[in-house]
Structures are given as structure tokens and as C-alpha cells.
């Protein structure tokens, strides 16, 4: 598996949803062997990076390359072994700038990721507004997973006395760095703010929170605030509806899928602060818990790990026609 992002000891908490993806895989039998670089849009890295890449595969035998983003499929061309390609957002939307708008070298990651996707022999989306930047491809579906034993309803008194919050605000949670443009920080605090006359509410942003925690404070709080650019499949939403918490977002990624059927939830006809404030109001208004865990039942780690090693397979047999993709029991063995 090549990725582009991975959790170091400077940032341990990054990509929680790739580390549970391969947690998961193991689970199943697959040997996942993972190759994480820092590209940073810089050519002289990424050669450094497809020189290490190129350097582990030919070391050892492997049945296939799974490349998380895509620019990350770049180090595996040229390709002697099958290439699956997952793709989470900003690989096909572009990237924003710390001014709000999509940059050149954005735009030029899509180009590279649209070629990457034609150049792979399966493809996975983490939502169908991802495969709709594809037209032209075939694309499983197949969003980032939740740790249902880890994220779960936990009674509010219990958590904000475990955090230290107050019991007597109202308290909306952004879980996301306040320093990373795409998730319009600015927008959720003004939004919150034009509450300030009729509730006594505060934002509570999680960034650099431990993992272990996040439940409690999904538990803590009384909506979650969603306001990016864009999104695949924020896996915040999904945390957040299996902790029961309200959710009100903008219209991105699969957000709409995932709230539409949630009596108390919200996704806005618009990215204004106005807009977000009224569909606050109406949350704060309730101050209930919602019915979120029926919600995102079948978005199981083990389940979609299935699903992948299904891809893996299909992947195997279109290289390998006639191949038999196999595990080896519930220990780390190599698919083949």
C-alpha cells in the first residue's frame, strides 16, 4: 500500500481511516506491506519517493499495489503487478489555498489523478460524488469505515464531566485544524457566532484531540459543525452520527446521503453563515440526541474491509485471468 499521508510521531493522529482500513485487512489475512512518503508537491520528493517505492517492490513478491490518492499511483508506474487506486477528495476536487480558492497545482493534481485513474486496474471512490468526477470509468464505491466499538453513544453529563466542559452551555464541536483552509473554519466560528444573542453556545474544535477521545466529545457536545470546501466521505460526520450526535453540514461528499434519513439532522441549501445559524438553531432549539447509529451500521470496518479485498481479487483475476485471490485464515498471509 502506497500513501502519501501516514501518521508520524510529530502527528499521530493523521489518517485514522487508512490505519483502521489496514488494521482491518490484516484481520482478513491479507499481508499489507505499507510505503508512506511526504510528496508535497515537490517533483525532487516524489523522485525520492518512486526511487524507495521501486526499490521495496523489487525486494519482494507482491500480488498487487494499492495506492491511497492519487499521486500517490504515480510510484507505481511502470506497473508489472496489478494497481488499485482509492481516491478521498481532494485528489479529483482540487486543493484551496489559505484565501479560499482552488490553486494551479490543484488543478494539475486532478489532470495526474485522472490520468492514475485510467492507468489503474480497479478503482475505488469513497463516495458517489467522487465517481462522478470520472464519468467514464468504472468505480467502486466504497466509503472509509467507522470503529463501531470505539465511537458510540456515551451519556453527555459523563463526558463533558471525563473533558472538563461545562455542563450548562450549549456546545457545537468543528473537527477539523482550524489551520487547514478547506475546512472553513471561519465560516463555522461566524456562524456560531450570530448565535451568540439567543443561545449561550460555544465552539469546541477537536484539532490534535487523541482518537481515544473523539467519542467523548462528540458525546459532549450538541451538533457537529461540517463547513469544507469539500469532502469524499468525511469520516468526522459518520464518527459523529454513531456517537448520535446532530449534525449540520454543507452540501459535500456524501453528506447528504448519510443525513437525509436522520430526523434531526440538517445538510444546508448553502455555504452562508446565515444558513448554517438558522439550521443550528433549530438543533441547540431540541437539544437532543438523534437516532444516528442505525445510520452508519453498514459502514462497519470489517465489512468494507470485505469489500476491498473483493476489488483486490477482481484486480487479481483482470491481470491473471482464471487466478484465484486467497487468504491464508485469520493470520497475515499474502493474497495471491
Excluded at 11 to 35: A, H
Excluded at 102 to 111: A, D, H, P, Q
Excluded at 178 to 201: G, Q
Excluded at 282 to 297: C, N, S
Amino acid at each position: 500500500m502506497i500513501t502519501s499521508e501516514w501518521p508520524t510521531p510529530a502527528s499521530p493522529n493523521d489518517v485514522p481511516f487508512i490505519v483502521q482500513q489496514v488494521k482491518f485487512l490484516r484481520r482478513l489475512g491479507v499481508y499489507v506491506d505499507v510505503f508512506h512518503f511526504r510528496g508535497s508537491g515537490n517533483p525532487v520528493q516524489y523522485l525520492r519517493a518512486w526511487c524507495g517505492a521501486r526499490a521495496r517492490l523489487s525486494r519482494r513478491r507482491y500480488d498487487l499495489v494499492h495506492a491511497q490518492w492519487g499521486q500517490s499511483a504515480l510510484l507505481a508506474l511502470p506497473k508489472k503487478i496489478p494497481l488499485v487506486t482509492t481516491f478521498r477528495g481532494s485528489d479529483l476536487e482540487g486543493v484551496v489555498s489559505e484565501t479560499g480558492r482552488y490553486t494551479v497545482s490543484g488543478r494539475i493534481l486532478k489532470i495526474i489523478s485522472k490520468l492514475m485513474a485510467r492507468a489503474s486496474d480497479q478503482v475505488i471512490v469513497v463516495s458517489e460524488s467522487l465517481a462522478s468526477r470520472l464519468p467514464n470509468l468504472h468505480c467502486h464505491v466504497v466509503p472509509s469505515g467507522v470503529d463501531l466499538t470505539l465511537f458510540r453513544p456515551i451519556p453527555q453529563e459523563e463526558a463533558r464531566r471525563r473533558l472538563g466542559l461545562p455542563m450548562e452551555k450549549l456546545l457545537v464541536c468543528f473537527a477539523a485544524s482550524p489551520n487547514r483552509a478547506v475546512k472553513r473554519y471561519s465560516l463555522a466560528r461566524e456562524a456560531v457566532t450570530l448565535l451568540a444573542p439567543r443561545f449561550d453556545v460555544d465552539l469546541i474544535v477537536t484539532s490534535g484531540v487523541p482518537r481515544s477521545l473523539m467519542p467523548y466529545y462528540f458525546s459532549a457536545c450538541d451538533a457537529l459543525l461540517l463547513t469544507s470546501s469539500h469532502e469524499g466521505s468525511p469520516n468526522v460526520l459518520k464518527e459523529a452520527l454513531a456517537c448520535d450526535l446532530p449534525v449540520v453540514s454543507v452540501d459535500v461528499g456524501d453528506a447528504r446521503q448519510r443525513l437525509s434519513s436522520v430526523d434531526g439532522c440538517f445538510v444546508c441549501a448553502d455555504a452562508r453563515p446565515e444558513t448554517l445559524a438558522k439550521s443550528l438553531s433549530q438543533v441547540l432549539e431540541a437539544r437532543r440526541r438523534i437516532q444516528g447509529v442505525a445510520a452508519v451500521r453498514d459502514l462497519s470496518e470489517g465489512e468494507l474491509a470485505s469489500r476491498v479485498l473483493a476489488v483486490y481479487r477482481s484486480a487479481a483475476r483482470l491481470t491473471h485471468p482464471g487466478a484465484v485471490c486467497r487468504v491464508e485464515g485469520t493470520r497475515p498471509g499474502k493474497v495471491g
